[in-house]
């Protein structure tokens, strides 16, 4: 079992940045591939940013590529959403996952534990 908390959260003004952080507790936490997903007021829950166990491969939704960046500190069991140039649109509550598969994955599906999420909003 894994326990996911992230933090982080708040309000911004579009262009401004925030970073997101999700610790986990339970198992071992460079085991697991890591995900950030969100869900905007009225719309599904969608991918953000994807991380493998080592950190080295990343994948992003078209949407934030470039603004966006995803990283991992093993030995802090925390996972990071670095978030720049901030839109409207970004808006959502954020939420972190852990999956117990190989490769970094886009599939809400393929992810075990999900934490409770953090709310961004972006104003113009």
């Known amino acids: 079992q894994v326990q996911l908390v992230e933090s982080g959260g708040g309000l911004v003004q579009a262009g401004g940045s925030l970073r997101l952080a999700c610790a986990a507790s339970?198992?071992?936490?460079?085991?697991?591939?890591l995900g950030w997903f969100r869900r905007a007021p009225g719309k599904e829950r969608e991918f953000v940013a994807t991380?493998?166990?080592?950190?080295?491969?990343?994948d992003y939704a078209d949407s934030v590529k470039g603004r966006f960046t995803i990283s991992r500190d093993n030995g802090k069991n925390t996972v990071y959403l670095q978030m720049n140039s901030l839109k409207l649109e970004d808006t959502a509550v954020y939420y972190c996952?852990?999956?117990?598969?190989?490769?970094?994955?886009?599939?809400?599906?393929?992810?075990?534990?999900w934490g409770r999420g953090t709310q961004v909003t972006v104003s113009s």
């Open positions: 996952a852990a999956a117990t598969i190989h490769l970094p994955s886009r599939y809400a599906r393929e992810y075990d534990y």
């Open positions: 339970g198992h071992t936490f460079s085991n697991y591939i």
């Open positions: 991380i493998s166990w080592s950190g080295d491969i990343t």
